[in-house]
């Protein structure tokens, strides 16, 4: 059974950094891309960026560039997104979720981050 | 860099169809069959219910329909249920940037 498993709720400063861990069961992180989608309090889905399945090749969306780098330990089949210079414009639930023939097809629980000074 | 336009909320009542609009460019919905639909109850994980256009995920109900015309993409969902009151995103790759962006959502009420 396919799963991703996130790691837990963040509290963090303005202006701090927030990294997230994203551990894949039941599949090879080698095998798929993994895209970071975050969701604001009552708000739609914002996609973030995507760390490709091969070579660690990475696309991030305009409005995270500079602030956001994906990487991935394959020895642990884990993914992580790091997230830089935060505000509290980024208190959010953040996704990690897999890719699917140009989709989404699961989903990590979810990591809520709270930006608060 | 917008998002894909959808209109915030439809309704309809039991029994009926009702069809939800994703509008975008010829750099994504128009010009890559990528477009995908997510059902997502609230408090939950989004759903996969279409993908590349047409398709359906096993296990997801037939009533669920995506079609593509020109920019705009749309889910159809037939014979409505109470269950499928959810927010509804839909998705599609951006050519020219590489990326992928949703729509802003779609609120479903099943009156």
């Known amino acids: 059974q396919v799963q991703l498993v996130q790691s837990g709720a963040e509290v963090k400063k303005p202006g701090a950094s927030v990294k997230i861990s994203c551990k894949a069961s039941?599949?090879?992180?080698?095998?798929?891309?993994v895209h970071w989608v975050r969701q604001a309090p009552g708000q739609g889905l914002e996609w973030m960026g995507i760390?490709?399945?091969?070579?660690?090749?990475?696309d991030y969306a305009q409005n995270f560039q500079g602030r956001i780098t994906l990487t991935r330990d394959t020895s642990t089949d884990t993914v992580f997104m790091d997230l830089t210079s935060l505000t509290s414009d980024d208190t959010a639930l953040y996704y990690c979720?897999?890719?699917?023939?140009?989709?989404?097809?699961?989903w990590g629980q979810g990591t809520l981050v709270t930006v608060s000074s | 860099h917008s998002a894909l336009t959808q209109p915030a909320s439809v309704s309809g009542s039991p029994g009926q169809s009702i069809t939800i609009s994703c509008t975008g460019t010829n750099s994504d919905v128009g010009g890559h069959n990528s477009v995908s639909w997510y059902q997502q109850h609230p408090g939950k994980a989004p759903k996969l219910i279409v993908y590349?256009?047409?398709y359906r995920p096993s296990g997801v109900s037939n009533r669920f329909t995506g079609s593509k015309s020109g920019n705009t993409a749309s889910l159809t969902i037939s014979g409505l249920q109470a269950e499928d009151e959810a927010n509804y995103f839909c998705?599609?790759?951006?050519?020219?940037?590489?990326?992928?962006?949703f729509g802003g959502g779609t609120k479903l009420t099943v009156l």
């Open positions: 998705k599609s790759y951006r050519q020219t940037s590489s990326t992928w962006v």
């Open positions: 760390i490709k399945h091969s070579g660690d090749a990475t």
């Open positions: 039941g599949y090879s992180l080698s095998t798929y891309h």
């Open positions: 590349e256009v047409i």
């Open positions: 979720a897999r890719d699917f023939a140009w989709a989404i097809d699961s």
